[in-house]
């Protein structure tokens, strides 16, 4: 019968060790996993912030196209003048 009780003992022992060992390596795993995703984080909001600004230079840069292109047209369409020959 004791010996019964000490193999029982033995296995609650093992396994309430186990259980702690493969807590803290849990643990250990969440925390790296929460690092890493903290950092892809911090990194997708840096691109976010550049692809922004990308964007509104972009717009800048569309609109004086335009702008440029509607100069262009006006030049062109601006009867030319002859030169003088004086």
Do not use: C
């Not at 093992?14 to 849990?26: K, M």
């Not at 335009?66 to 601006?78: C, P, T």
Request: aromatic residues 8%; without cysteine.
């Amino acid at each position: 019968m004791m010996f019964i009780v000490a193999i029982l003992a033995s296995f609650v022992l093992g396994a309430g060790i186990t259980a702690l060992f493969l807590s803290s390596r849990w643990k250990q795993a969440v925390a790296e996993a929460r690092e890493s995703l903290d950092g892809m984080a911090e990194k997708y909001k840096i691109h976010e912030q550049e692809n922004r600004e990308l964007k509104q230079k972009n717009a800048d840069l569309e609109y004086q196209v335009g702008s440029l292109n509607k100069d262009l047209k006006y030049e062109r369409s601006r009867p030319k003048s002859l030169p003088n020959d004086e």
